[in-house]
């Protein structure tokens, strides 16, 4: 799929990517314990006894977020392992009060998967490709250290402490950062579709470590490195092509990687040296004495899979089938609230074809100059449909449709009653119509004779100085017709 090489002075080099993203739980309380997981509250306001470690407070596994790793598991065509066990992952961290992280290494929830992503979704034709998913398994998030609240200390804040993780393991199948790039939209697309995750990298609910390795092509794997807590799409690509490049100049000057853990600079688009990466015999492992083991039934499943929605690749086939092109499927279906209030509009009676030209266009132009985002328009589906009905009815004219919707995004009112209010109701009167032409001619005699002597082009001044002499009112077909006859 990807051709990416890095020219190195003896030759090209092959990087090979796998990502562990980490992707927050959609739900209201923490993994163990009742306390809530806003984002953005004050420091320390969110934090229970168990997520503070407090002697004697034993945890109790969240059905939610539980509910919603099988869900994810599900969407990605899964393993979803009935049995599966948490473990304690012990180290010593100020942000970790427990003194080690309950997590799943050797039985998680949900086994292997795949997703598909192409580097060009918009054309049906796109090669695609299969990225591996070994495994999913839910996990309690640390706490958070804050550095800029004093000249020489630092302080703990445990609202995150606890929150419920997927974290979703890729197969090293990637081979450049746009297959990286994609394949992290594509995650996200699906989490927000299923609701699992809201996917606000910013927000610190997804990011991703990185781990990268070069090697000539046919080469075994190489060495790799991780660069930890990447916190965006554009982030993982720079990351990922600076941490190849340095791979491939040490390599070349004769030194070998080590490997371990390592930050990315956001200012500079560099990775630096965090620390040497730690084996999984490092931290100790040993199933959680406080948690039975997690057995899912059938009826838990088929909840499960009852609940789950259309998701992007299907969403994009129905909307193909209706015959919408690839390029509006693929900007409709891309994510989640946009793919909803089109669905909204189609089931107001828009039709497909113009419905999905229209929000493309006009809609998206509309509210990115509104500095908005689709679920909170101005302009609902209802009134959306009701716009687009009157100009496939012959009430409005493109142009008249377009002044409509910019009243409306204005005053919220329906485009009917704008329409009557101010008299914007496009014409055929083929008499009023025809007066006009006759006055535009007589104004302009010598453009008709240019016309009539073979200088086409000017039909079009001809059509604009009539719609502009009928304030934009006359039906174009009708203009157009009748214009050919009276320039002969």
């Known amino acids: 799929m990807s051709d990416y090489r890095i020219k190195g002075a003896t030759g090209d080099w092959e990087v090979v990517i796998g990502l562990e993203v980490h992707a927050q739980v959609t739900s209201q309380a923490k993994l163990f314990s009742g306390a809530a997981t806003a984002f953005g509250a004050e420091p320390n306001s969110q934090v229970s006894l168990v997520d503070a470690a407090m002697p004697g407070m034993l945890p ?53 998967g795949a997703i598909e992503i192409s580097l060009d979704d918009k054309n049906p034709d796109a090669e695609t490709k299969r990225i591996g998913i070994e495994r999913i398994h839910v996990e309690q998030d640390a706490g958070k250290l804050m550095h800029d609240q004093h000249p020489t200390r630092s302080y703990v804040d445990l609202n995150r402490s606890g929150v419920a993780l997927m974290e979703i393991v890729s197969r090293p199948d990637m081979r450049s950062p746009a297959e990286a790039g994609a394949y992290l939209r594509k995650l996200r697309s699906i989490l927000r ?86 084996d999984a015999h490092d931290y100790r492992y040993f199933p959680d004495p406080d948690l039975l083991p997690l057995e899912l039934d059938e009826a838990f499943l088929d909840e499960c899979r009852a609940s789950l929605p259309e998701l992007p690749d299907a969403k994009r086939a129905r909307y193909l089938a209706l015959g919408i092109t690839p390029y509006n499927a693929g900007v409709l279906t891309a994510e989640v609230e946009a793919a909803r209030w089109f669905d909204a509009l189609l089931e107001a009676g828009a039709k497909p074809v113009a419905a999905s030209n229209w929000v493309t266009s006009e809609l998206f132009g509309a509210l990115n100059r509104l500095g908005r985002d689709i679920a909170s328009s101005p302009v609902s589906p209802a009134q959306a449909a009701e716009l687009l009905a009157l100009v496939a009815d012959g009430t409005l004219s493109g142009s008249l449709a377009k002044q409509v919707f910019e009243i409306m995004l204005e005053t919220g009112q329906n485009a009917a009653q704008i329409v009557d209010e101010r008299g914007l109701k496009q014409t055929s009167d083929t008499g009023a119509i025809e007066a006009e032409i006759a006055r535009v001619m007589e104004a302009n005699a010598d453009k008709v004779a240019d016309y009539r002597g073979g200088k086409d082009k000017l039909f079009g001044f001809f059509v604009g100085q009539v719609m502009k002499a009928m304030g934009g009112k006359a039906n174009p077909g009708v203009v157009n017709d009748l214009l050919k006859k009276a320039l002969g």
Not at 78 to 107: E, T
Request: with cysteine; proline share 4%.
């Open 193 to 278: 579709y299923v609701g699992s995750c809201d996917g606000n990298m910013e927000e610190g609910s997804m990011r991703a470590d990185v781990n990268v390795s070069v090697r000539r092509p046919g080469e075994p794997f190489g060495t790799r490195t991780e660069t930890k807590n990447v916190n965006s799409v554009r982030f993982v690509m720079q990351a990922i092509e600076h941490e190849a490049s340095r791979q491939v100049d040490v390599l070349e000057a004769g030194g070998r990687i080590v490997q371990e853990t390592r930050l990315f600079d956001p200012d500079s688009g560099t990775t630096r040296s965090m620390r040497s990466k730690e």
């Open 60 to 112: 109790v596994p969240n059905r939610e977020c539980i509910r919603q790793a099988v869900r994810t598991g599900m969407a990605i065509e899964a393993q979803i392992n009935k049995w599966s066990r948490f473990d304690r992952k012990n180290y010593f961290y100020a942000d970790l009060p427990q003194g080690y992280q309950i997590s799943q290494l050797y039985h998680p929830i949900v086994g292997e």
